[in-house]
């Protein structure tokens, strides 16, 4: 995303200047992604990409969501082992049951 705060900054790449450009055109504003980049036909920017990291014009945030994730799937995983354990004891309790079922 780009960073609003930071003033003129002198890039020496050209291939930076050129693709500030063309973020400050079709972005603006919004967050982008390389992915964005490669759809609007940006090629070997990966090196003026991170001159403009270097900078401080361009911040990198990762995926915010990632955490949640991790921490879906972690809950997901306790509520597997109760609910395996929960079917356990059922099973063991069924069995007893059928036991004594069977034994009268």
Known sequence: MKNFDVGHMPLRLPRAKQLLATINKNFST?????????????????????NLCDAGIVQVRYRSYNQ????LVFI????????????????VA???????????
């Open 30 to 50: 919004l967050a982008f992604c390389r992915r964005y980049l490669d759809r609007l036909g940006e090629t070997k920017y990966l090196m003026a990409l991170k």
């Open 68 to 71: 949640e994730i991790l921490w």
């Open 76 to 91: 997901l995983l306790k509520l597997h082992v109760v609910m395996v354990a929960m079917r356990r004891k059922l099973f």
């Open 94 to 104: 069924l069995m007893a049951m059928t036991a004594v079922y069977y034994s009268i």
